[in-house]
């Protein structure tokens, strides 16, 4: 009886390790965790399809992920935007990002010729307050952690790496926990390639 439970929940393994692998190629996030209300015995699935989003800022390429539904880009000159408006701001199915970018859950990414550029602007003085909080690596680099926050714009973790000399980037998460499936699935995606010298 025993080697029959151990031998289905290696099989189990086995099949969640394919599905995920599977599902990453065709750009599908699945989580699967334990409900520990029921003896840890029920598995919960949550599955989140994902479309591919790449852009050029500086010289560097950069490709990620965002979940089809809910999440729109929007790239500007020095940043590039994903946001998950509000549903009560999705009027009709059409968004105007000019009425969704205070307040709303997004993703950022910039890239800047030095670091010190993740410094300074509208919001060095909220910035210059920072806390320190973990690191994350993100596309492959090491990347130290701030959290800080705005009146309107309102909670910032931000981290920062480095490419290489001519080449940092900075990806901060507002108004969204960094622990959060979406947020997860947008962060651990994003790569940065083809850098230009």
Same mark, same amino acid.
């Given at each position: 009886m025993k080697k029959k439970k151990e031998a289905k929940k290696i099989w189990l393994l086995i099949v969640i390790v394919v599905v995920v692998i599977a599902g990453a190629a065709a /750009?599908?996030?699945?989580? #699967?965790?334990? +409900?520990? %209300?029921n003896? /840890?015995?029920?598995?919960?699935?949550l599955?989140?399809?994902?479309? +591919? !989003?790449? &852009? #050029?800022?500086?010289?560097? +390429? !950069?490709?990620?992920?965002? =979940?089809?539904?809910g999440w729109f880009e929007e790239e500007k000159m020095y940043i590039f935007n994903f946001f998950n408006p509000d549903k009560d701001q999705n009027l009709d199915g059409v968004i105007d990002l000019d009425d969704v970018r205070i /307040?709303? =859950?997004r993703v950022s *990414?910039?890239?800047?010729?030095t670091r010190e550029k993740f410094d300074v602007g509208i919001f060095a003085d909220?910035?210059?307050?920072a806390t320190p909080v973990a690191g994350r690596t993100i596309g492959g680099l090491e990347m130290t952690g701030r959290?800080? %926050?705005e009146a309107s714009n309102?909670? &910032?973790?931000?981290?920062?790496? @480095? *490419?290489?000399? @001519?080449h940092f980037v900075g990806v901060s998460v507002n108004n969204l926990d960094v622990e959060n499936a979406e947020a997860k699935a947008i962060l651990n995606s994003i790569e940065f390639v083809n850098v230009a010298y």
């Open positions: /750009g599908i996030l699945i989580w #699967r965790g334990n +409900d520990d %209300s003896g /840890g015995d029920e598995v919960q699935e599955v989140i399809e994902m479309q +591919d !989003v790449a &852009f #050029r800022q500086n010289g560097v +390429d !950069v490709e990620a992920k965002i =979940p089809k539904e /307040g709303t =859950p *990414i910039t890239i800047a010729s909220n910035i210059a307050k959290e800080w %926050s309102g909670t &910032f973790i931000e981290y920062i790496g @480095k *490419i290489d000399e @001519k």
